[in-house]
């Protein structure tokens, strides 16, 4: 197996690097479930409980190594790890499909802030679009 470097700062027990190594391989964000749903695909791991999930993502949080979020409208939260990088995305409300933008909207731009505000230091945004995908904009005609 290759070998995979962990962020320093925590102390990498089998069950969190296995967690991380889901999330590493994950392409959007994904669920306290959906982690242990492909826990539990793939082949020769030990049985998780999703509480124990929730308390694993905990302490991978701590470190500041994910980034916690909710889909608009949706209860549930979702991780990803925190990659440096960020994707947004396009919410279908017909059929909740999730579509990434190509770029941050905010890449070349610099909010602007009323000048009382002036001091105020960014350091993160959060953007979700929301609209119809294809299919469901011609089930809605
Ligand atoms: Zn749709
Ligand atoms: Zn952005």
């Known amino acids: 197996m290759e070998k995979q470097e962990y962020p320093a700062g925590i ?50 949080e701590e470190k500041n190594l994910l980034i916690k979020s909710s889909w608009m409208g949706e209860d549930t939260l979702v991780y990803e790890l925190n990659r440096g990088e960020h994707t947004h995305y396009a919410v279908c409300l017909g059929c909740h499909k999730r579509v990434p933008l190509q770029q ?29 995908c294809k299919e469901c904009k011609e089930k809605l005609l």
């Open 11 to 60: 102390k990498w027990t089998r069950q969190r690097k296995d967690v991380y190594q889901i999330l590493l391989e994950a392409t959007e964000p994904l669920s306290a479930v959906q982690i242990y749903q492909r826990l539990e695909d793939s082949a020769g791991q030990p049985g998780y409980a999703v509480s124990t999930i929730y308390r694993l993502l905990a302490a991978v």
């Open 104 to 132: 941050c909207p905010f890449a070349h731009m610099h909010p602007q802030l009323p000048q009382t505000q002036g001091d105020f230091e960014i350091t993160g945004h959060k953007l979700e679009l929301y609209g119809y």
